[in-house]
């Protein structure tokens, strides 16, 4: 089985290759990705000398890219992970960017799909195309589709892009929609790493609000188990939540976080809210466990603390991110082949 898999030098992609190469002998994956600031090839440093995974660098909503992708390799399945996907950057940064990957890049990646006979398309969502909940209740997949903040809106607009494309051209594709994970390889501007980041170089912890936004937390590896469950056995043009089973407030798990650490609550600085920010996610994940019987596995605690020995062991994955330095491994490693015009744009 060849999968293209998109966005996979990402956090939740670098984890589901790893993922599948491990447990399936028989799958090859090819790993398109662009390489944005949050794209990293040292979170695949283990897997260079794999013959079963290739590298490609590219962007999914660049025609001639993913025309030449499609060119030069046969897929059974593609499964979307490419996307801008950090709230704050939306709202700070602008919206463009998102509205070119996570919108028209999926709709390139479904056309694409579709001319080439491929046999599955999957799109990596998201429980924020749900918006808010109140103090009650939790997203089933039939909740209205509320979404509150940029990221959000592209990924609810790539949903119905998908959903248009299964009703109006017959395309075999799935969705799954999964609330926060967390694990190795996460970007540290997203809140776990962050809060480990900068709790072990002593700075203060910020804190958004009064700290009681609350999270659905899954550990990455369940997700990735919930994304290959839905790949091989998900019906065509069901939409799949997925979740932790474990809502907490923010600030719950940041003082978790210093727990493991050993370091104090003096840390912690309440902060400028986020605009617009959603007070609770919690996912009912019942159809995905009743139809296809996946469950989470790991157990918010032991996982949050093998995830924070991960980050201590791993500090200088996460230096040379927040030094700026990681961006220069991708010349490092295709020096050689570039000049000898083996690999794609290096640009
Ligand atoms: P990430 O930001 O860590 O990784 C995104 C990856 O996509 C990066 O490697 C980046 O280089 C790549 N990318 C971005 N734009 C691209 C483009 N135009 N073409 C090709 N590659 C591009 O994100 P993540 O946290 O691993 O999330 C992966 C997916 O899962 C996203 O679609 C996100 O919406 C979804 N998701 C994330 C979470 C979460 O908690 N992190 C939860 C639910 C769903
Ligand atoms: O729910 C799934 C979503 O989870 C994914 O679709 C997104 O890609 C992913 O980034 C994540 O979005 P959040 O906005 O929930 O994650 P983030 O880690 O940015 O923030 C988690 C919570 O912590 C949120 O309530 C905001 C808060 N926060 C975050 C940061 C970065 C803080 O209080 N302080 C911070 O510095």
Known sequence: MKILVTGGAGFIGSNFVRY?????????????????????????????????????????????????????????????????SHV???????????????????QMLMDAVRMNG???????????VYGSLGEQGRFSESSPIQPNNPYAATKAAADLMVRAACRSHGLDAVITRCSNNFGPYQFPEKLIPLMIANAMEDKPLPVYGDGQHVRD??????????????????????????????????LDVVRGILRCLGKPETLIRYVEDRPGHD????????????????????????????????????????ERIRTGVYREYYEQLYRGRLESGEDGDAS
């Open 217 to 250: 937390w899954i550990f990455v590896t369940d997700h990735c188990a919930a994304i290959d469950c839905v790949l091989r056995n998900g019906k065509t043009g069901m939409i799949y939540n997925v979740g932790g089973d474990h809502d907490i407030p923010n």
């Open 279 to 318: 007070r609770r996610y919690a996912i009912d994940a019942s159809r995905i466990k009743r139809e296809l019987g996946w469950k989470p596995v790991y157990d918010f605690e032991p996982a949050l603390s093998r995830t924070v020995e991960w980050y201590v062991a791993n500090r200088k994955w996460w």
């Open 118 to 128: 491929v046999g599955r398309f999957m799109q990596v969502s998201t429980d924020e």
């Open 88 to 106: 704050d950057r939306s709202l700070h940064m602008g919206a463009d960017v998102f509205i070119q990957t996570n919108v028209a890049g999926v």
């Open 20 to 84: 599948m190469l491990a447990r399936y002998p028989d799958v090859n994956v090819v790993n398109f990705d662009a390489l944005t600031y949050a794209g990293n090839l040292e979170n695949l440093q283990d897997l260079e000398t794999d013959p079963r995974h290739v590298f490609v660098r590219g962007n999914i909503a660049a025609m001639e890219d993913v025309e030449s992708l499609f060119r030069s390799h046969a897929f059974d399945a593609v499964v979307n992970f490419a996307a801008e």
